[in-house]
């Protein structure tokens, strides 16, 4: 299975750290946080990895190369401008394939186990919720058994981590465009499944919120 990692995003609210370094190059407890998510996808059985990027990209590009440092084969999918999420998964499809395909937000960190999604999805999507930080407390779905739902108690938050079949994106065009109404669209047809992770699980939004993950990373 191939694996995307979505690093495209201006990272306005993380100024004027991303002023000069893209977001996911920030760096917490010693590493940068895409660095992270290398480690922890090759670990789990993940070694074709494909890089959206759009500012400041050639960065990436130039900090990762071609991912044999960190045991991957990483291919990148540059955009102009960022296309968010949605836009940003279309764009790449091409390099990610036929099968189905992991998708994880470059600006979080998480300690969730990716093999485990290996066998996913047996629907249209598959996405990972945890449950709601203080900076999003309303959450976004909630589950029934496995079902993903539009209501329910409790509300759970889209932790960036999902399994995508590439029809998921049927009917789309180039440009951009959000992924949640393609989620919405697949929940209305009985095709998205979810599951609860209650490990560990940082948004790391704002630079305060970055400094808390370096200080929690910091050995003890």
Known sequence: MNALILAAGRGERMRPLTDHTPKPLLRAGGLALIEYHLSALVGAGFADIVINHAHLGAQIEQALGDGRGYGARIRYSAESEALETGGGIFNALPLLGD?????V????????????????????AHIVLVGNPPQHPCGDFALDGDRVCEQGKP????????VYRPQLFNGCTPGKFPLAPLLRRAMAQGALSGEYY?????????PQRLQQ?????QPR
């Open 198 to 206: 209650a490990g560990r699980w940082f948004d790391v939004g704002t």
């Open 155 to 162: 509300m759970l938050t889209f932790s960036g981590i999902g």
């Open 99 to 103: 099968a189905p395909f992991l998708v």
């Open 213 to 217: 993950l370096d200080e929690w990373l």
């Open 105 to 124: 937000n470059g600006d979080i960190w998480t300690d969730y186990p990716f093999g485990r999604l290996l066998a996913r999805p047996a629907e249209l």
